[in-house]
C-alpha cells in the first residue's frame, strides 16, 4: 500500500512542485535555467523509473531524490516562491523512503518466487551525520559542476565536474551498501546478506538452526547488526557455521566461524512470523 502511495507522489511531482522551483529559476540566465531544468527533468524521469520497477538500485536512487525534491522545494520557499503542496509531498516522499514497508517491496523486486527479503536496519552510528553528509556531498557532486559551467564559471565549474562526478559515484555506491543489506528465508534455511557485515552472503541451513529469537539484552553473541538501533534477533546454531567477517582494514576479510549471532531486521516481528510459517524454530516478540 505504502509503495502506490510513493509511486502516485512521485507522479505528482512535477503539478506540485515544479510551478514554484519554475519562479525561482525566472531570474537566472537561459543557460543556468536550462540546465536547471533539465537536471530537474531527469531526476523526475529517474524516480518514475525507480518507483515503477522497485529493485534494490531504485530504492538507492529514491532515497537520494526523495529529499532533493523537498530540499527544491525548501530553496525556492527561500527565495519566495513557496509552494505548500511541493513541500508536503516531498516530506512526505522523504519519510517513505525510508520506511521498511517501501524499503521490503524494493528489495523484493529482484529476489527469486520462492525466497523472501527482510531489509537489515541500517547501523545507528551512520544515522547521526555520516549519511545525511554523504547525501548532501552527492548532490552538490552532481550539480555544481553543470550549473557554475552554465553559469560561465569556467575554472570553477571544470574543477566541480572533474572532482564531484567521481565523488559523487562513489558515495553513491556507498550509500547503496544500505539497500543490499538483507535477511532472505529460503526454501533450505536462512541467508544473511549483509556487505557492511559479511564478504560473502551465508547460508544457515535449516537442520543447523536451533531457534531464531528476541535477543536478550546479557547475551554474547556475535554481533552483525552494525550497532543498529531497535530489537535484535538472535540465531541460535546447532553447529558453527564459517563466514567471512568483513573488518576495516583488511580486504580479504577475516575467516570464522560460529553457532550464535545477532542480525536486526527492521521489521524483527514479521521475519519471526514468516520463519515458523517456514518451520524454522522461532520465538515471538
Not at 531489509?119 to 554523504?134: D, H, I, K, M, S
Not at 575467516?255 to 515471538?284: M, V, Y
Request: glycine share 8%; with cysteine.
Amino acid at each position: 500500500m505504502l509503495t502506490w502511495v510513493v509511486r502516485l507522489l512521485w507522479l505528482v511531482l512535477p503539478f506540485t512542485s515544479g510551478p514554484a522551483l519554475a519562479d525561482a529559476l525566472d531570474g537566472a540566465s537561459t543557460p543556468v535555467r536550462t540546465v536547471a531544468s533539465a537536471g530537474l527533468w531527469l531526476a523526475w524521469a529517474t524516480g518514475v523509473v525507480a518507483v515503477l520497477v522497485p529493485r534494490p538500485v531504485g530504492l538507492t536512487a529514491l532515497r537520494v531524490l526523495a529529499p532533493g525534491a523537498l530540499v527544491a522545494s525548501l530553496a525556492a520557499s527561500g527565495g519566495g516562491h513557496t509552494s505548500v503542496a511541493g513541500l508536503v509531498v516531498g516530506a512526505a516522499l522523504t519519510v517513505l523512503a525510508v520506511t521498511p514497508e517501501v524499503a521490503s517491496v524494493f528489495v523484493n523486486g529482484a529476489a527469486y518466487p520462492n525466497e523472501r527479503r527482510y531489509p537489515l536496519r541500517a547501523p545507528g552510528p551512520l544515522l547521526l551525520g555520516p549519511v545525511e553528509l554523504t547525501w548532501a556531498v552527492v548532490v552538490l557532486g552532481v550539480c555544481a559542476g553543470p550549473l557554475l559551467l552554465a553559469a560561465r564559471q569556467w575554472l570553477l565549474g571544470g574543477a566541480a565536474l572533474v572532482v564531484g562526478l567521481p565523488a559523487a559515484w562513489l558515495l553513491v555506491r556507498s550509500l547503496h551498501l544500505l539497500s543490499r543489506r538483507w535477511a532472505v528465508l529460503v526454501p533450505a534455511g536462512l541467508v544473511l546478506h549483509d556487505p557492511m557485515s559479511l564478504r560473502d552472503p551465508v547460508l544457515f541451513p535449516r537442520a543447523t538452526i536451533d531457534v531464531v529469537h528476541p535477543a536478550p539484552a546479557w547475551t554474547d553473541s556475535l554481533d552483525l547488526t552494525q550497532r543498529s538501533l531497535g530489537l535484535a534477533l538472535e540465531l541460535l546454531l546447532r553447529e558453527k557455521v564459517p563466514m567471512t567477517l568483513v573488518r576495516p582494514g583488511r580486504r580479504a576479510g577475516e575467516e570464522g566461524a560460529s553457532a550464535r549471532l545477532l542480525f536486526a531486521p527492521a521489521r524483527p516481528g514479521a521475519f519471526l512470523a514468516a520463519a515458523a510459517h517456514r518451520r524454522i524454530a522461532s520465538a515471538p516478540c
